[in-house]
Structures are given as C-alpha cells and as structure tokens.
C-alpha cells in the first residue's frame, strides 16, 4: 500500500528557477489537494482538485499552477521560486464521500534561496 | 484571517499526565471539526473528529469536548505517553468539497 507518494522529498532552488514537485495517489481517490506548512501558521490550502480536468484555488495560491490530467497525479508548478516559497509541501488525497479524512503525504521540503 | 485559533503553541506533560489543546473558530458555519496528529518527518494523519451536533466524542485515551456556544473545541489525551509526543492540528470545515482549515499546531512532548 503505497497511499500519497511525494517526490523529491527534498529540494533547494535558487530564485527564479522553476520546478515541480510530484504527487500521485493509488488509493483512486477523486479529491487531491496541496497545502504548505510554514511555523506558527499551521498549514495552508494552495489549490486542490475533485477530479480530471477539474482544479481550484485554496487559500494561498499565487505563485503555484496545478493540473489534474489523471485520477492518480497531481503535480504542483513553481513558475518563478520565491524564497517565501520557502516551506514544506504536502500532498493529500481523500474520497469525495468523506473527503475530511485527509490521507497526506509525507511531504517535500523546499527551500528557495 | 486566522479563523481557526489554537493554543498553546507548545505543552510540556508528565507521562500519565492529561494533555489539553484547545481551540476556538469564529465561522459559525463550519460543520466538522477534526484533529490531525503529526510526527517529525511525517505527513498529518487524522486522529479524531466531531460533528456540532454531540458535545464529546471518546476514542480510547482521545477525546474531543465541543461546546457550539462558546465556539471552541479540544482534545484531551489521557494517560499520555510518550508515543503521543507529536505536532497536534485542529482544524474545521465546510462547504461542498469540504476544503481544511487548520490551526497553528501544537507541539505536545511527554516526559517520563
């Protein structure tokens, strides 16, 4: 049982790089979603998706492009890394039917220098 | 905004102690309050979780107590060991696809 897997679990960039970090679920979950996790502000909702073709923005998405073009991928894009994007990434899947048990990855630390 | 308030950002328990974490949400609209426990180098992993229509929910030694009036919830571990040493999320929700938020964390340690 694999569950959310996130590659790379860890990265540096310089600013203005681009990258993007992997996600992809085999449990056929329809929800995945991405937050970041920073000290003392818990974490935050980027963008997420309920299905194929289907994504929106979470909270705090500026800077970061999703797409969902499977069930099971759901890669996050840095267009242009800013070293306030500095953080730790994770990944969450869950169903649409009870998609408030989050199933989370075990996350990618980015730092952006 | 934060509309998810926890506290206290870091607890310190004798092993065998009760542990407690509150928090407090201002949207009267969210409807499913749960907890996520994390450990270093893990993702969060859902621990517990209530619904506004019961006032405690018990899961071996966890407990959620919500008080909808006062709009705050928390949990109570009891007995607390130290493999209960984690970073403990609150967090609330609502709408269609029930999108998270979440509170600052807690870092619970338990000594011995």
């Known amino acids: 049982n694999a569950g959310v897997t996130q590659t790379p679990k860890f990265q540096v960039l310089k600013t203005g790089q681009s990258m993007t970090l992997q996600c992809a679920q085999d449990m056929n979950h329809e929800y995945m979603s991405w937050y970041r996790q920073d000290p003392g502000m818990g974490l935050r909702l980027i963008h997420y998706s309920v299905g194929a073709g289907i994504t929106d923005q979470g909270e705090v998405p500026n800077g970061y492009n999703v797409s969902r073009s499977t069930t099971e991928d759901f890669p996050l894009r840095l267009l242009s890394a800013a070293p306030s994007q500095t953080s730790v990434y994770f990944c969450a899947s869950s169903t649409l039917a009870t998609n408030e048990k989050l199933f989370f990855g075990s996350g990618t630390q980015l730092s952006v220098l | 905004q934060q509309q998810v308030k926890q506290s206290p950002q870091s607890l310190i328990v004798q092993k065998g102690g009760i542990s407690i974490i509150n928090c407090a949400y201002e949207?009267?609209?969210?409807?499913?309050f749960p907890w996520y426990q994390q450990f270093p180098g893990k993702g969060p992993a859902l621990l517990i979780a209530?619904?506004?229509?019961?006032s405690e929910k018990k899961e071996g030694r966890f407990t959620i107590s919500f008080n909808k009036s006062a709009k705050q919830f928390s949990l109570h571990i009891m007995d607390s060991q130290p493999g209960d040493s984690a970073t403990y999320f609150c967090a609330a929700s609502l709408g269609q696809y029930r999108k998270l938020t979440f509170g600052t964390g807690t870092r619970l340690t338990i000594i011995p």
């Open positions: 209530i619904r506004p229509d019961v």
């Open positions: 949207n009267t609209a969210f409807d499913y």
